[in-house]
């Protein structure tokens, strides 16, 4: 079992940035591929980022690649999404996942372990 405990977001003003952390806890932690997804209001759970177990690879959803950023520590368990120049759009709730396949895999099925989301709401 992975726990995965989120942080971060919250109101932010379009334009602004936040940053997301996840902690990981249990398993570990670099045997798991980190992911983040987002879901808006009366839409699917969608892919925004994931990371390869190093650290080294990453891959985005084309429509935020530049404006998201997605790190981990392996020393501290923790994944972490940077998010700049917000729109309202980026609105929704988003979540931290664990996978133990390829960072390559967008599916949010491949993904075994979530964490509990966190809100993020941006006002134009």
């Known amino acids: 079992q992975v726990q995965l405990v989120q942080s971060g977001g919250g109101l932010v003003q379009a334009g602004g940035s936040t940053r997301l952390s996840c902690a990981a806890s249990?398993?570990?932690?670099?045997?798991?591929?980190m992911g983040w997804f987002r879901q808006a209001p009366g839409k699917d759970r969608e892919f925004v980022a994931a990371?390869?177990?190093?650290?080294?690879?990453?891959k985005y959803v084309e429509s935020e690649k530049g404006r998201f950023t997605i790190s981990r520590d392996n020393t501290m368990n923790t994944v972490y999404l940077q998010m700049v120049t917000l729109k309202p759009e980026d609105t929704a709730v988003y979540y931290c996942?664990?996978?133990?396949?390829?960072?390559?895999?967008?599916?949010?099925?491949?993904?075994?372990?979530w964490g509990q989301g966190t809100q993020v709401t941006v006002s134009s």
């Open positions: 996942a664990a996978s133990p396949g390829s960072y390559y895999d967008t599916d949010q099925y491949k993904y075994e372990y």
């Open positions: 249990g398993r570990t932690f670099m045997n798991y591929v």
């Open positions: 990371i390869n177990r190093s650290g080294r690879s990453t």
